[in-house]
């Protein structure tokens, strides 16, 4: 195993103890040293894959599955991208080719999965604990590539890691106590939105949560997060500001008055982005409706936007999760 190489390799066990799970499939309910764990296992390949030589072979001989049974152009990109540059076979599945289209079960197709003899599966589902309920059938481990309205955990993670990257590179440390995140948009439909809420409050961090009110989870203040209504309040003194889109496929009934009305009141504009601390990060999960939850000239804002970087990072953090959670079958010291 690669030897951490943060300073936080301190704050958590040695050897499989530092992330006990087979699966990754949330991250409600981790530890605080499970995550930097990953975080800091992502270091060593955003190093690889910023030099000339992206291929590490650690995963030769493995065989990685990609079910997505819900569209996807970025994440599915990166698992893919990740896998390989570790040296695995990967196959994609997309849902439109499948046996899903002609009836069969989601347990029939995790059977059929399981009798590949797949090394790791990475799945995508429009249902809420779908990913779940694979993993559950299956003797490989299983990672969530998000589902439904549940959680979306290389999400979070990259996210942090994001965060935790240009902090570093300012010079401010990266640690996430009493770090001020505003997340705002779509909260009530986003998987993203709970995943970073578990896992940035879990590091430390402070977080708000803005919506409008049909958009706001009932009962949000349980994930220990503050809410509001008013972007502007949310804005004030924030570090980093996380736009969400408006999620209209998720939506059955009319959940904001208007688009143009939307972005008056919680769009992120110059402005808008003026009420925040003077170097806040500027965040977008992807795919952006410019416009609407953000202007371009936010989100290309030069030493501001961090929204390529958090495509950057989500190659370094699937990569770390998959080398992470192949180390029993591949008998790693300390893992087997």
């Known amino acids: 195993m690669t030897a951490p190489k943060s300073e936080a390799a301190s704050r958590y066990p040695a050897g499989s103890a530092a992330f006990p799970h087979r699966d990754l499939t949330g991250l409600a309910g981790l530890a605080p040293w499970e995550i930097l764990f ?6 060593q390949w955003v190093d690889l894959n910023r030099s000339a030589n ?3 072979g650690r995963l030769a001989g493995l065989t990685i599955i990609n079910a997505f049974f819900e569209n996807s152009t970025r994440t599915l990109l990166s698992f893919e991208i990740a896998g390989k540059r570790l040296g695995a076979d990967v196959v994609n599945m997309h849902a439109a080719q499948s046996s899903v289209k002609k009836g069969e079960t989601l347990i029939d ?5 399981n009798a590949m003899h797949a ?6 589902h429009q249902s809420s604990g779908a990913v779940r309920l694979i993993a559950d059938k299956v003797d490989c481990p299983v990672l969530n590539a998000g589902d439904g309205q549940h959680e ?5 993670l990259l ?4 965060i935790r990257t240009l902090l570093k590179e300012k010079g401010a440390g990266q640690d996430f106590s009493g770090l001020k995140v505003t997340i705002c948009g779509d909260i009530l439909h986003s998987r993203v939105a709970r995943s970073n809420m578990h896992c940035l409050t879990t590091l430390g961090a402070e977080v708000r949560v803005c919506a409008p009110p049909a958009l706001m989870p009932a009962g949000v203040e349980e ?3 503050q809410p509001f209504h008013d972007f502007d309040a949310a804005l004030d003194g924030a570090d980093v500001v996380m736009m969400l889109r408006l999620q209209q496929e998720r939506m059955s009934g009319q959940f904001i008055p208007s688009p143009r009305e939307y972005r008056h009141l919680y769009g992120l504009t110059l402005d808008r982005l003026a009420l925040a601390k003077p170097d806040a990060l500027v965040m977008h999960p992807g795919p952006m409706n410019r416009g609407i939850e953000i202007d371009s000239n936010v989100a290309d804002l030069a030493g501001r936007s961090a929204i390529t970087t958090q495509v950057e990072m989500g190659v370094a953090i699937r990569m770390a999760c998959l080398d992470v959670l192949t180390r ?5 010291e300390g893992w087997a």
């Open 38 to 43: 990953l975080l800091d296992e992502a270091e």
């Open 109 to 113: 197709t995790a059977m059929t999965l």
């Open 159 to 162: 996210d942090a890691l994001t």
């Open 328 to 332: 029993r079958a591949r008998k790693v």
């Open 54 to 56: 992206k291929r590490d």
């Open 223 to 225: 994930l220990k997060v």
């Open 152 to 156: 979306h955990p290389t999400q979070g």
């Open 119 to 124: 090394d790791a599966i990475v799945i995508r």
